[in-house]
Each structure stands twice: as structure tokens, then as C-alpha cells.
């Protein structure tokens, strides 16, 4: 007769059992835990490899993790978040909210996923990177440093934003694009391809398929060698970007690149 009380794999070097009396089935069955030093109940896993025997890890109220997924350190899930298939969670993470972190996806480090954000594929969320709201990482994308992914933008591919870069709003990031630094990509903004952004200060220099490179101040715009005041370039036709050996293909980013660039970096003001 199965003992519905604790896990018959209990031993004393454990930190929680497995409550097979409270158990829930979402397909799988899943179970709550209960820390053997004070009774605490916690949230729900499948099996003892979901959550580790060492270390501070909990999971705490309705929050789920089953599957493969691995939560270890002194990484913290609660809420109604899941975590499932193959994910880690390790080091100082938390996701919690409605979050959802599947795949192979890893958050560590003091990263934080919550809200609906949604980290999947073999995205990385490290450092003390931020994705929040209904946000989605997913791919072999990643986030780190303080860089912060929020709203209903996506990153996905095996795009990188780092540094404190801020990606919000309706943005979207993918392809090998990078964006770094004190960037930040919003509202319906699209970066792709090979696209790098890299604001420092008043400066952002953008690479196209790392051929033609844009830097804007707030004054002037140079592509290649060519500086000119930043509304002159919009007023460059498809032609005549084509005789400056633009590729042809390439004309509608180099467009959007220089009317992002031209709202991350804005116009100095004069000086009465």
C-alpha cells in the first residue's frame, strides 16, 4: 500500500517531500511539496529532478515546474508560473507572475521573467536582464546584462540584446541582430538581418550586414565616409543609394535604421 502521506524516497539529508495526497493533474500529474523542517507547503512538480534537494530553490504557491526542467541554487518560482520541458532555472533567478519559461530555455544569474512574458527554444535570460509583460524570448535569443525586454516585444533568432539596452512596446529584434548598450527599440520598430545597435551617450552607430556603417549624432549622419545633415539622407531615392553602393535590397532598413537612430538619438537644441 502506497503511503499518501510522504514520498517514500524521503531521507534525512532532504529539504521537502512530496505530498502524494495533494496532487494535481494537468495531463501529467503533478504534485505539491512540503519542507521537512517546518511543514511549508509549496507549489508543484513532478518528480524529485524538478526541483533540487540542495541549495535554497523553492517553488512557492500554484507556481508549476515538470517535465525535464531543473530549478536549483537559490532560483525562486511563484506565482502561477511554469517552467517545463527542458528548462533550467539556477543562481539568484525568479520567474513568477504568469510566466512561462519551456524548451530548453535558462534564466540565471539574478535575471528575472514575470508578468505573461514567455522564454522558450534555447533562449538564454542571464545577468540581471528583465522580460516582463506579455513579452517573448524565444529561439537561441539572448538577454543579459541590465538589459530589459517588456511589453509585447520579441526577440527571437539568435539575436542578442545586452548592456542596458531596452527593448519595449511593439519592437521586434531577431535575425543576428544585436542591440546593446544604452539602445532603446520601441513601438513598432523592426531590427533584423545583421542589424548592431549600440547607443552610448549621444552617439549610435548602426552596421548593415557589417558593410555599410551609419553613425548618427545629434547634428549630422555619416554612411561610409559621407556625412551630411540627418534629414538630407531621408531624401535619398533608391537610386541614388544604389550609385553610393548601397545594395539595393538593403534600402528599406537603411531607412528604418536612420529614422530609429534619428529618435534614440535626438536633435541637439539651440542655444538661445
Same mark, same amino acid.
Given at each position: ?72 541554487g537559490d532560483a525562486q518560482i511563484y506565482g +502561477?508560473?511554469?517552467? &517545463?520541458?527542458? *528548462? /533550467? %532555472? @539556477?543562481?539568484?533567478? $525568479? #520567474?513568477?507572475? =504568469?510566466?512561462? !519559461? ?25 545577468? +540581471?536582464?528583465?522580460? &516582463?509583460?506579455? *513579452? /517573448? %524570448? @524565444?529561439?537561441?535569443? $539572448? #538577454?543579459?546584462? =541590465?538589459?530589459? !525586454? ?20 511593439d519592437a521586434r529584434v531577431y535575425g543576428n541582430?544585436?542591440? &546593446?548598450?544604452? *539602445? /532603446?527599440? @520601441?513601438?513598432?520598430?523592426? #531590427?533584423?538581418? =545583421? ?78
Amino acid at each position: 500500500m502506497i503511503d499518501t502521506t510522504f514520498h517514500d524516497k524521503e531521507t534525512a539529508m532532504n529539504k521537502y517531500k512530496l505530498r502524494l495526497d495533494l496532487s494535481i493533474d494537468i495531463g501529467v500529474k503533478l504534485y505539491r511539496i512540503e519542507r521537512l523542517d517546518n511543514g511549508e507547503l509549496g507549489g508543484y512538480i513532478g518528480s524529485e529532478k524538478n526541483l533540487s534537494q540542495e541549495g535554497n530553490a523553492w517553488i512557492y504557491g500554484d507556481a508549476r515546474v515538470y517535465g525535464n526542467a531543473q530549478v536549483s541554487g537559490d532560483a525562486q518560482i511563484y506565482g +502561477d508560473a511554469r517552467v &517545463s520541458g527542458d *528548462a /533550467r %532555472v @539556477s543562481g539568484n533567478a $525568479r #520567474v513568477y507572475g =504568469n510566466a512561462w !519559461v519551456s524548451g530548453n530555455a535558462w534564466v540565471y544569474g539574478d535575471a528575472r521573467v514575470y508578468g505573461n512574458a514567455w522564454v522558450s527554444g534555447d533562449a538564454q535570460i542571464y545577468g +540581471d536582464a528583465r522580460v &516582463s509583460g506579455d *513579452a /517573448r %524570448v @524565444s529561439g537561441n535569443a $539572448r #538577454v543579459s546584462g =541590465n538589459a530589459w !525586454v517588456s511589453g509585447d516585444a520579441r526577440v527571437s533568432g539568435d539575436a542578442w540584446v545586452s548592456g542596458n539596452a531596452r527593448v519595449s512596446g511593439d519592437a521586434r529584434v531577431y535575425g543576428n541582430a544585436w542591440v &546593446s548598450g544604452d *539602445a /532603446r527599440i @520601441s513601438g513598432n520598430a523592426w #531590427v533584423s538581418g =545583421n542589424a548592431q545597435i549600440k547607443c552610448i551617450s549621444e552617439i549610435i552607430n548602426f552596421v548593415i550586414g557589417f558593410s555599410f556603417s551609419i553613425t548618427i549624432t545629434p547634428d549630422n549622419i555619416m554612411i561610409g565616409c559621407q556625412v551630411k545633415k540627418r534629414t538630407e539622407w531621408l531624401k535619398i531615392t533608391k537610386d541614388e543609394a544604389k550609385e553610393m553602393g548601397l545594395p539595393e535590397h538593403l534600402y528599406p532598413y537603411y531607412r528604418q535604421l536612420i529614422k530609429t537612430g534619428m529618435k534614440l538619438v535626438p536633435k541637439r537644441k539651440k542655444v538661445k
